[in-house]
């Protein structure tokens, strides 16, 4: 007789998920079981979070998520909470920023694990999503076994996220999974877990290689950036233009160059390859050769610039988010080149990005309307490929000097 596809504690269907917390992965996560039909008990330790969640608004600009989230609060199945509430899976999904000396800084994920402890039972499958370092989905069970010896039987994994800004809801639903348990009956319950709403394929693993999958996608990814940002950086100093090197390279059949940037951001890319190189400093060369090359990017934008304001030129840069048509400032270059700039020419820089109603904190420059930019003579410099500067007419550009990272004003040109 053929298995159901969901059996074991799992059967059926999930009663109740705690998710703790509810930004860029968590939020979304929390929306989309809910609309599953399951009791979904959002935590965060922000007030301001809680209130915005609570009222059916959410904090983030991702597609569609307010959308179930209201739908969810009327139906009761989503419910805020400053702590954690008893479940049947527990789903971490906290930031892993880095602290110092580029080290992974566990704290979010520990307090959350000592958070959950008490509303554990027996048999509950605890789900770690946070990027971690390798050996983290060990730690918290080792922490949760000090607290709460008498529960020997919890199912720990790790579930890491594959997901783009933007595209949250799509890419958690279409994207395959891996889980990886510390034990084989925990990572079949965790891919049970993600068959409730994963359509990808959940690929089973033990948690250390879970672990290290994820920091090598995005190790890889950062990798293969650098490379196309030293390509920049060569072609600049030969006076030729990247992207037509880029274009005719990437005619080989087996050639496929990633497009150069003014450096990598987000929390993933900006962030996980030092997760892998801390962990084994002494066998990693390539990844901090990597990073240096993501810092010499920066800083070679930041001097084209730099220069321009220092002949007298008032510089105009064109977005702040990391990425296109997101508001995530999470590690972007683009902030951090234009906050650099206004530092050292005070007056002679402005920052136009669409996706923010008010000046990021630290940027010693006016974040004004792109119109409002345009009105006045300056250099453009391109941070970010948002759209709507992509669609900006021929005449908007006319006599500026521009410095475009993203080559966007190029595609137009060859577009036309």
């Not at 609570?54 to 009761?76: M, Q």
């Not at 990814?221 to 030729?240: C, K, M, P, T, W």
């Not at 084994?280 to 060369?285: C, G, Q």
Request: glycine fraction near 8%.
């Amino acid at each position: 007789m053929r298995k159901p596809r969901i059996h074991g504690k799992l059967a059926g269907m999930v009663q109740c998920v705690t998710v703790i917390g509810l930004g860029y992965v968590g939020l979304p996560t929390a929306a989309l079981l809910a609309s599953r039909g399951i009791r979904v008990h959002g935590v965060d330790t922000s007030a301001a979070v809680r209130a915005t969640l609570a009222a059916g608004r959410i904090h983030i600009a991702e597609a569609d998520v307010e959308a179930l989230l209201e739908r969810a609060l009327r139906a009761g199945l989503f419910t805020v909470h400053a702590a954690p509430q008893p479940a049947e899976v527990f789903v971490i999904a906290v930031p892993t920023p880095l602290g110092e000396g580029r080290a992974p800084m566990l704290d979010h994920v520990m307090d959350a694990t000592r958070a959950l402890a008490p509303a554990l039972k027996s048999g509950d499958l605890v789900l770690l999503e946070s990027t971690s370092p390798i050996g983290t989905t060990a730690e918290i069970a080792a922490l949760l076994l000090e607290l709460r010896p008498e529960l020997d039987d919890l199912a720990i994994a790790y579930g890491p996220e594959r997901v783009l800004p933007g595209r949250i809801l799509t890419e958690l639903v279409e994207n395959d999974r891996v889980a990886g348990g510390l034990t084989p009956e925990a990572t079949r319950r965790a891919i049970e877990f993600y068959r409730l709403f994963v359509r990808g394929a959940v690929h089973g693993t033990d948690a250390a290689t879970a672990e290290m999958v994820k920091l090598s996608e995005n190790a890889f990814r950062d990798v293969n950036i650098a490379f196309a940002n030293e390509l920049s950086l060569i072609a600049g100093q030969h006076d030729l233009d990247v992207w037509r090197v880029i274009e005719l390279a990437n005619r080989h059949p087996r050639v496929n160059i990633l497009k150069p940037g003014p450096g990598v951001g987000g929390h993933c890319i900006a962030v996980d390859p030092w997760f892998l190189a801390h962990g084994a400093p002494e066998a990693a060369r390539l990844i901090p050769a990597a990073r240096a090359v993501d810092e010499a990017k920066r800083q070679s934008v930041l001097e084209q610039a730099s220069a321009l304001c220092t002949a007298g030129e008032r510089v105009i840069c064109l977005g702040l988010a990391f990425k296109g048509d997101v508001d995530d400032l999470r590690e972007s270059p683009a902030l951090a080149i234009a906050s650099e700039l206004a530092r050292r020419h005070p007056g002679r820089v402005v920052a136009v990005e669409p996706h923010l109603d008010a000046a990021p904190a630290g940027l010693e420059a006016p974040l004004v309307s792109l119109d409002a930019a345009l009105e006045r003579p300056g250099a453009l410099l391109v941070l970010t490929d948002h759209s709507v500067f992509a669609r900006l007419p021929p005449s908007a550009l006319a006599g500026r000097r521009i410095i475009d990272t993203r080559g966007i004003f190029r595609r137009q040109e060859e577009t036309a």
